[in-house]
Nanobody, 115 residues
Framework: QAQLVESGGGLVQAGGSLRLSCTAS????????AGWYRQAPGNQRELVAT???????RYADFVKGRFTISRDNAKRAVYLQMDGLKPEDTAVYYC?????????WGQGTQVTVSS
């Protein structure tokens, strides 16, 4: 059974940086699109960035130029480098992978940006 585990969240001041990591187990991770979503209190979960197995990258408009997604298929990992963080980036960040039988999610990691 495929599982995703995130790490790297925390508290940071506005303008700071964090790097989120997500590792997969139990699946051929490298063949599938993987990425990051976030959900702030009272809001719907929204896409942050995804990267396909072929290298196609998609970013939400609100993170372009600030966040960078990367992946290491040998390590079954996907990363999100977040620079220039803003208070409105505060949310629970979830790793996801699009497997043939559906999208799976990690447990989420809290990112809090203070002003």
């Amino acid at each position: 059974q495929a599982q995703l585990v995130e790490s790297g969240g925390g508290l940071v001041q506005a303008g700071g940086s964090l790097r989120l990591s997500c590792t997969a187990s139990g699946s051929t991770f490298s063949s599938y699109t993987a990425g990051w979503y976030r959900q702030a209190p009272g809001n719907q979960r929204e896409l942050v960035a995804t990267r396909s197995s072929g290298g196609f990258i998609r970013y939400a408009d609100f993170v372009k130029g600030r966040f960078t997604i990367s992946r290491d298929n040998a390590k079954r990992a996907v990363y999100l480098q977040m620079d220039g963080l803003k208070p409105e980036d505060t949310a629970v960040y979830y790793c996801s992978a699009d497997l043939p039988w559906g999208k799976i999610w990690g447990q989420g990691t809290q990112v809090t940006v203070s002003s």
